[in-house]
């Protein structure tokens, strides 16, 4: 029976450190770059990643930074005035009449129901471009009468 153990323990020790080895070698998780901003650390699983400030690692959020700030000029170049009391109480409505969306935060909600407006939008404009470009090709290949008709010039 000891000897059993002994072997049990001793390829579980094997098999742990050949896993370490493996992750370490063959699929860091980690990557590290040096470019004009200092040393980045990339999380290859999950995407994020972090620059080191000489004493600790930050966290990169650029992305989001700066599409809050384009969000922000873009209301400021809009013209359109929205009273927000209004536009709370028509989600209320909206979620009166739709009980599987009362959960849903209003935030959420408009942006939703505004990705699938406009994504109907642009089908329909590609549609109808689409089918008007496929007329005028019909058009270009259906023959057209010969002016002038029989006997004369």
């Known amino acids: 029976m000891k000897k059993e153990k002994l072997v049990f323990a001793v390829g579980l020790a094997v098999g742990i450190f050949l896993t370490a080895v493996f992750f370490q070698v ?6 590290t770059m040096l470019n004009g ?18 004493a600790s690692w930050e966290e990169i959020r ?22 927000q009391g209004r536009v709370t109480q028509a989600t209320n409505r909206f979620k009166e009449i739709f009980p599987a969306l009362k959960e849903i935060p209003d935030d959420e909600l408009l942006t ?15 549609l109808e471009s689409y089918h008007r470009s ?20």
């Open 26 to 31: 063959f699929a860091p998780r980690y990557a």
């Open 62 to 83: 650029e992305a989001d930074s700066r599409k809050e700030q384009i969000d922000q000029e873009l209301r400021k170049a809009l013209t359109v005035v929205i009273d």
């Open 134 to 153: 496929l007329e005028e090709k019909a058009k270009a290949f259906t023959p057209q009468p010969v002016a002038g008709g029989k006997g004369k010039p």
């Open 37 to 54: 901003e200092g040393l980045i650390k990339q999380d290859r699983w999950s995407g994020r990643s972090w620059r080191y400030d000489g």
């Open 112 to 126: 939703r129901m505004s990705t699938l407006y406009s994504n109907q939008i642009m089908s329909t404009l590609f």
